[in-house]
């Protein structure tokens, strides 16, 4: 079955730091990958997403992912972490069969970026 | 546009009560979906509609109801409310496949929150 793993629960990190935030995921067929931020007491964002095409997928608000086959990775960087980047993230694959666009979501990753 | 928008924001049940969650795009995308969130769990799909009229059963549809009786709205209905139905629930709309190759994103409202007693 397919499934969408975020290994870290939560990510503390200073402002202008780098981050890493990891997610891996199964799927036998080509797939269609996600992330959504979600902002306190908001709904979701789209971030950024990889259909096809360049394995680097660059999004809104400095954020960028690689999509790597091989290690059945999509991991979501930033260069300089700003405190408004504080935030939750979810990574999500698109369900395979069945009806077209519905979504697999990780359990997501908590952001903090502290001055 | 508003997007999707979602009423109430917040609600406290009593076990055994119902309700129904609103939920109403205005950007004429035929897919809709209901998700619940909790804590440290991610986003479980409840319902889907593909269109007006047609709705099928996500992850963990038991104990909620859905209609889609236009492209617009998209209700959730939760009758005989338990503990278990304590959570964030979120709406979210995208275009279907004929409608372009953006289908893929969902854009979602703001959540309702619901508190079963």
């Known amino acids: 079955a397919q499934s969408v793993t975020q290994l870290d629960s939560q990510v503390p990190v200073f402002e202008e730091a780098p981050v890493e935030l990891r997610c891996n995921y199964s799927s036998s067929v080509s797939v269609y990958l996600f992330w959504y931020v979600q902002y306190p007491n908001q709904g979701l964002q789209l971030l950024l997403k990889y259909l096809s095409g360049s394995t680097l997928v660059k999004g809104i608000n400095g954020f960028e992912a690689e999509f790597n086959k091989s290690q059945t990775s999509f991991h979501l960087r930033k260069p300089s972490v700003h405190i408004s980047d504080t935030a939750e993230y979810f990574c999500a694959v698109r369900r395979e069969g069945g009806s077209q666009g519905n979504l697999i979501f990780g359990k997501g990753t908590k952001l903090s970026v502290k001055p | 546009n508003a997007g999707v928008t979602q009423t109430p924001k917040f609600r406290i049940l009593k076990i055994g009560q119902s309700m129904t969650l609103q939920c109403a795009q205005d950007?004429?995308?035929?897919?809709m979906y209901w998700y619940r969130q909790d804590p440290g769990m991610g986003l479980k799909l409840i319902y889907y509609?593909?269109?007006?009229?047609?709705?099928d059963k996500g992850e963990v549809p038991n104990g909620y109801n859905v209609s889609r009786s236009t492209t617009e709205d998209f209700p959730l209905r939760l009758e005989l409310a338990a503990p278990s139905q304590t959570s964030v629930y979120f709406c979210?709309?995208?275009?279907?496949?004929?409608?372009?190759?953006?289908?893929?994103?969902?854009?979602f409202g703001p959540g309702t929150r619901l508190t079963v007693l």
């Open positions: 979210a709309s995208s275009t279907g496949p004929k409608q372009g190759r953006s289908y893929n994103e969902q854009f």
């Open positions: 950007m004429n995308h035929n897919y």
């Open positions: 509609s593909v269109g007006a009229g047609i709705t």
